[in-house]
Structure formats: C-alpha cells, structure tokens
C-alpha cells in the first residue's frame, strides 16, 4: 500500500509523531511518500529513508497548471472552485500547479497529522484523485487555535482521528459531529528505544526535565516560578529546559529575574538521540502546559522511568493514573509542582515505584508498535 503523509513542516521540531509512525508503516511493508507543505529542516532529513517532497511557497509552475487545465478541463475547472473557497485566487492557482510534485496519482492513502492548514490541503488533493483521506487531530489545533475549516476537515475525512476521549467529547459537543465519525487512536512511543534502568538518577540534587515549546500555552513560567519555590526552600535541584519558541528571551528573563541561572539550563531544541541522553540522567519529568493534546515527550519519559508531574487537564489523565504512575497537579499553580518534587525527595521509594510503574503503563498502553498496527486497520478499513 502506497501511503502519502501532509505535513505542514518536515522535519520539524517536536513533532516527530508521523516520522515515527511512517517508520513502523515502512517495517509492515508499506510504502511511504511525505508532502512537506511549508518546507522544513532540510539539514535534519539527512538519515530519513523515505521520499520527502517539498512544494514551493512563492512558485506558480504555470506550464503544469495549463497542461492539466487541458487535459482534464472540466474536472479541473470543479476543483479550482472548491480550492478558491478555502485557500483563495492566488494561492488555489499556486497550490494546483505543484500537482504534478507529488506523485499522488498512484497513492492508495493520504493521512495527515495535525488539522492544520497541511492537512486541508490533503484533503483538498484527495478528492480530485478521488483518494481516500483520514486525518489525527491532537491538541491545541482542535481546542485552541481552531481553524475556520476544522469542521468541514472532520467531516470530510474518510475517518478523523484523534488522540484522546477528552478531544472526541469536545469535538461532538462543539460541532455536534456524530460520534462515529470521530475515532480514538491514542500516539505511542518505542519502548525499547526509550529504555533506563539506572535509578542512581534519583539520587541529590533532583534532576528536574521539561521537554516542550516556549510557547504561552505549554506554561513553562510555572515551571521557573515552582523552581523559584526549591530554591527558597532550600531544595537541591537542577533544572534542563528542552525546546524553544517565541517566549525564550522571555523565559531567560525570568530565569534571570529570580536569580536561577545556576539551576536552570535552557537546552534549546534537541535531536531524538539527545533528548533521551537528557531523559537517562533525570528524575522528574514536568509538564505545566495549560492545554495539552496526549503528549508524546510525557510518554517518552514515562517509558524512561522518569516520575512524571504534570498539569491536570484535557487528555492526560487518560495517560497518568494520579498517584500510582504519575503525578497530575492543577494548572497555573507553581506551588503545587514544589510540593510534589519535595514530597518525592522526602520519600525515595515512592519516587522509584512510580518511575517503574510509568513505564509499565506505557508498555501496556502506548507502545508504539501496538499504536501504528492500529492505525494501519483504520488506513486498510478506509478502502
């Protein structure tokens, strides 16, 4: 089965889901093309093993777009009109030319990660070859950042996924969507890639770790400000923030502000390999976002026995149990986040129970290979 993935970015940082879902596809014998829409970091496909097809943002190829025009006018002219409703004159033209680009006329699939702008674009494709076309929403594009199209991207799709209940709910109560048109698929990560078993991790200081953009949504001030709480308190700690965004200077600031610079590193963006690196020599995971999809960083450190301490909102209490593999603390509150990383320096062997006990969770429920499998039913089931 010929699969082709939209994405907005390729690589792009923090999203790797579809790189690791095409991976598994590829090891069940399917072949994979991905569409980067808006380009990518081209200096990180370097070991990627699939074709990745880049489109021009600023390039109308006006000779493709008149041969197809000819050979195909009445269908075309169709499906110029319904592409100038959602993307306009020029960006229709534009987007039509690069047809020829992706070699979608003897794909079997099209899927999508993310309901974004990638992703209406494959289903805008999809429906001139007449493809079938499923899609995985996930978190702050759904609830947040909504675009004016996500009901028509829901409705559209051949099966519209996502990954947790709390967005199926929100999804039907909002656009009273019927419930069978809305699948639950959860993400998953490789348990045997993300592997550790040395607990000398958990000894003084605590070794603290956050993988996650510097956006105002993932609420990383609560982070510094529970850091600013350890230090008064006079805990032994050290801090890595992994990721970057728009508030860096900001949250540098911040950091600078309370004096912190000596216990909290901001790491920037990370690569897989050393993202995990980081991951073995931690303790503590936090995650004090204010919305949240079904994170995958928080599975990779589960996975890595890491305890994890994270806002209780949205899907991840359908990943932490409270108290017995996790921990899962109101939002917005720093204080809470102290307490609980005090609690577990005060009790060692809670800390290493719930370490041992995340990762049993994610190799029950999220591992990887078991996720993609069910994926590939929906991907079969589509045709």
């Known amino acids: 089965m010929k699969i082709t993935?939209?994405?907005?970015?390729?690589?792009?940082?923090?999203?790797?889901?579809?790189?690791?879902?095409?991976?598994?596809?590829?090891?069940?014998?399917?072949h994979?093309?991905?569409?980067?829409?808006?380009?990518?970091?081209?200096?990180?496909?370097?070991?990627?093993?699939?074709?990745?097809?880049?489109?021009?943002?600023?390039?109308?190829?006006?000779?493709?777009?008149?041969?197809?025009?000819?050979?195909?006018?009445?269908?075309?002219?169709?499906?110029?009109?319904?592409?100038?409703?959602?993307?306009?004159?020029?960006?229709?033209i534009k987007y039509f030319s690069q047809y020829h680009m992706m070699n979608l006329e003897n794909t079997d699939h099209i899927h999508a990660h993310f309901a974004s702008n990638a992703a209406l674009r494959g289903l805008l494709a999809s429906k001139?070859?007449?493809?079938?076309?499923?899609?995985?929403?996930?978190?702050?594009?759904?609830?947040?950042?909504?675009?004016?199209?996500?009901?028509?991207?829901?409705?559209?799709?051949?099966?519209?996924?996502?990954?947790?209940?709390?967005?199926?709910?929100?999804?039907?109560?909002?656009?009273?969507?019927?419930?069978?048109?809305?699948?639950?698929?959860?993400?998953?990560?490789?348990?045997?890639y993300f592997k550790n078993n040395d607990f000398s991790r958990n000894e003084l200081p605590i070794k603290l770790i956050s993988v996650t953009a510097l956006r105002k949504v993932k609420g990383v001030e609560y982070l510094v400000?529970?850091?600013?709480?350890?230090?008064?308190?006079?805990?032994?700690?050290?801090?890595?923030?992994?990721?970057t965004g728009e508030l860096k200077l900001d949250?540098?600031?911040?950091?600078?502000?309370?004096?912190?610079?000596?216990?909290?590193?901001?790491?920037?963006?990370?690569?897989?390999?050393?993202?995990?690196?980081?991951?073995?020599?931690?303790?503590?995971?936090?995650?004090?976002?204010?919305?949240?999809?079904?994170?995958?960083?928080?599975?990779?450190?589960?996975s890595m026995q890491l305890a994890v301490i994270a806002s209780n909102i949205t899907g991840l209490p359908e990943l932490i149990d409270n108290g017995v593999d996790g921990f899962l603390v109101d939002p917005m509150k720093p204080k809470f986040i102290a307490q609980k990383i005090i609690d577990l320096i005060h009790d060692p062997m809670e800390l290493k129970n719930i370490q041992i006990a995340a990762r049993r969770k994610i190799q029950k429920k999220f591992n990887l290979k078991d996720r993609v499998a069910d994926m590939e039913k929906l991907f079969t089931h589509a045709h």
């Not at 390729?10 to 596809?25: D, Q």
């Not at 000779?63 to 229709?92: V, Y």
Request: contains cysteine.
């Open 251 to 302: 949250i540098a600031a911040q950091i600078q502000k309370y004096r912190l610079e000596n216990d909290i590193k901001l790491m920037g963006a990370l690569t897989s390999e050393e993202i995990r690196d980081e991951l073995s020599k931690s303790a503590v995971f936090i995650l004090p976002s204010i919305s949240e999809g079904l994170p995958i960083a928080v599975m990779e450190a589960m």
């Open 128 to 192: 001139y070859y007449q493809i079938p076309f499923t899609c995985t929403g996930h978190g702050t594009e759904l609830l947040l950042k909504k675009a004016p199209y996500l009901k028509y991207l829901i409705k559209q799709s051949h099966q519209f996924v996502t990954i947790s209940h709390y967005n199926k709910e929100k999804l039907i109560s909002t656009y009273k969507i019927p419930e069978e048109r809305i699948h639950v698929k959860y993400c998953g990560v490789d348990t045997e």
């Open 32 to 92: 994979i093309e991905l569409v980067a829409v808006w380009g990518g970091k081209k200096e990180w496909a370097d070991e990627i093993n699939f074709p990745i097809i880049y489109l021009e943002r600023d390039t109308t190829h006006w000779k493709e777009f008149f041969k197809e025009i000819f050979r195909h006018l009445f269908k075309a002219a169709a499906h110029l009109f319904l592409l100038f409703k959602f993307l306009g004159f020029k960006e229709s």
């Open 5 to 30: 993935y939209f994405t907005n970015e390729f690589p792009a940082v923090h999203k790797v889901y579809a790189e690791n879902e095409i991976h598994w596809l590829q090891n069940f014998g399917h």
């Open 225 to 243: 400000q529970a850091c600013n709480l350890l230090k008064f308190n006079n805990i032994d700690f050290q801090c890595k923030i992994i990721g």
